[in-house]
C-alpha cells in the first residue's frame, strides 16, 4: 500500500510543478496585450484546461502509450514502482524549479530526461535511443522552429486580411493633467496644474483597431476572437499534457484511466491557480511587446500547432510552442525582446541534463533505501 501511495503522491507532484509552470502559457497573451488583468487570464486558463484535460479521456490515447516509457526504455522496467517514482521526481523536481526562477521550460522535455535518467540508470544499455531520437526528441527540437515560423505567416496573413477589410490602426493620443511645484517668494510652496498631450506608439498608450467588420466594431471582435483563441490554446495544452503525466500512473498500475487522468487535471489546475505568477509575467512581458490582434495571431499559431500534433501522438511542448509562436510574431513585427529571451532559450538547453541528473538520483536513493 506505501509504494502505490507514493508513486501517486509523486506523480501528484509532477502534475501541480506542471500547472504551475504550464497553465498560464495559453492566456500570456491577453494580459501581455492588456485585454485583462491578470485574475481573469488565470481563470479562462484554467477552466479551459480543465476542459482539454477532461477531453484528454477520449482523444489522446497516443500520448498515453508514448509516455508509458515502453518502448524507450524495456518493458519491465517501465512498469517498475521505482522506476515511476524517479520519473516523476525528477521531472517535477526540474519544472519546479524551473518554475521558481520564472523560467517556462517544457515539462514534455523534463519527462522525457526523467524517462531517459532514470532508465540509465537502471539499465544504460536498455535505453533504446533510436526510440528517443525519432519519437521524442525530433519532435521537441523541430517544434518552437515550426511554431516561430508559423507565428510569423499568420500575423501576416492577419495583417494583410486587416489591411483588405479596410482596418486601420490607431495611435492613441495621452491627454492627461500635470501637477508642477511653484516656488513663491516666502519659500512656501503650491502645486500648479497644466494640460499635458502625448503620442506615443508604445505599451503607454494602447494602439487600437478602427474600423468595423460584418457590423462589429473590430476591437470587440478582436478581443472576443482573442479570449477564443487562449481557450483554445489551454484547451490544447490541457489535451496535450495531462495524458503524459497520467501514463505514469497507469503503467504502475495505481489507477485506471479516468481516475489518473481526472486527478492529474485536477491537480494541473491547482498549482496553475497557487504558483503560476513569475512564469505569467515572463511570458507576459518579458519575450515581446504586442497588441490584442498580434497576440491573437500568435495564439492561432499555437492551438493550431498543439492540437494537430495531440491527434497525432507527438510529444510536442506546448511550452516551446508557444515561445515559439509569440517570438514569431514578435519577430516580425520588431518587437521581441531578445536580451531577456535569451536567458529563456538557456532554460530549454539546461531542462533534459537537469531532469536526467534528478532522475537518475531519485531511482539509486530508492533502490538504497529498498535494499
Given amino acids: 500500500m506505501i509504494i ?44 479551459t484546461t480543465m476542459a482539454g484535460s477532461i477531453a484528454a479521456l477520449f482523444l489522446a490515447s497516443a500520448l498515453l502509450k508514448n509516455f508509458s516509457g515502453k ?58 535511443y533510436a526510440v ?11 517544434s518552437p522552429f515550426l511554431a516561430l515560423v508559423v507565428g510569423g505567416l499568420i500575423y501576416l496573413l492577419f495583417k494583410g486580411g486587416r489591411k483588405a477589410l479596410g482596418v486601420t490602426e490607431e495611435t492613441c493620443v495621452c491627454v492627461g493633467e500635470e501637477w508642477v511645484p511653484v516656488h513663491n517668494s516666502n519659500g512656501s510652496a503650491v502645486a500648479k496644474s497644466s494640460v499635458t498631450l502625448a503620442v506615443d506608439e508604445t505599451a503607454a498608450c494602447e494602439r487600437r483597431y478602427h474600423g468595423r467588420v460584418l457590423g462589429l466594431e473590430v476591437k470587440t471582435l478582436v478581443d472576443q476572437l482573442h479570449f477564443l483563441s487562449a481557450g483554445a490554446v489551454s484547451f490544447a495544452r490541457g489535451l496535450n499534457d495531462t495524458p503524459k503525466i497520467a501514463a505514469l500512473l497507469l503503467v504502475a498500475g495505481s489507477l485506471s484511466i479516468p481516475w489518473s487522468l481526472a486527478i492529474v487535471g485536477v491537480i494541473m489546475a491547482l498549482g496553475g491557480l497557487l504558483q503560476s505568477k513569475r512564469v505569467a509575467t515572463t511570458m507576459s512581458h518579458k519575450l515581446t511587446d504586442m497588441n490584442p490582434g498580434q497576440g491573437l495571431a500568435a495564439n492561432v499559431s499555437t492551438a493550431l500547432l498543439v492540437t494537430t500534433a495531440s491527434f497525432h501522438g507527438l510529444p510536442v511542448s506546448t511550452t516551446h510552442v508557444s515561445v515559439g509562436g ?9 518587437q521581441a525582446k531578445w536580451k531577456t529571451v535569451i536567458p529563456v532559450l538557456a532554460s530549454w538547453v539546461i531542462t533534459l541534463p537537469v531532469a536526467i541528473i534528478f532522475a537518475a538520483l531519485a531511482y539509486y536513493l530508492f533502490n538504497f533505501i529498498q535494499s
Fill in 4 to 47: 502505490p501511495l507514493a508513486v501517486i503522491l509523486a506523480v501528484a507532484f509532477l502534475a501541480y510543478a506542471n500547472g504551475a509552470n504550464d497553465n498560464f502559457k495559453g492566456v500570456a497573451s491577453l494580459f501581455g496585450s492588456g485585454v485583462c488583468n491578470f485574475r481573469t487570464a488565470l481563470t479562462w486558463a484554467t477552466v
Fill in 71 to 128: 518502448g524507450l526504455v524495456p518493458e519491465a522496467l517501465s512498469v517498475s514502482p521505482a522506476f515511476v517514482l524517479a520519473v516523476a521526481i525528477g521531472a517535477g523536481g526540474t519544472v519546479l524549479l524551473a518554475t521558481r526562477f520564472g523560467f517556462p521550460i517544457s515539462t514534455t522535455h523534463g519527462l522525457t530526461g526523467a524517462l531517459v535518467g532514470a532508465g540509465m540508470m537502471a539499465d544504460s544499455a536498455g535505453v533504446n
Fill in 132 to 142: 528517443l531520437g525519432k519519437t521524442f526528441l525530433m519532435p521537441l527540437l523541430l
Fill in 326 to 334: 509569440l517570438l514569431g510574431m514578435g519577430t516580425v513585427t520588431g
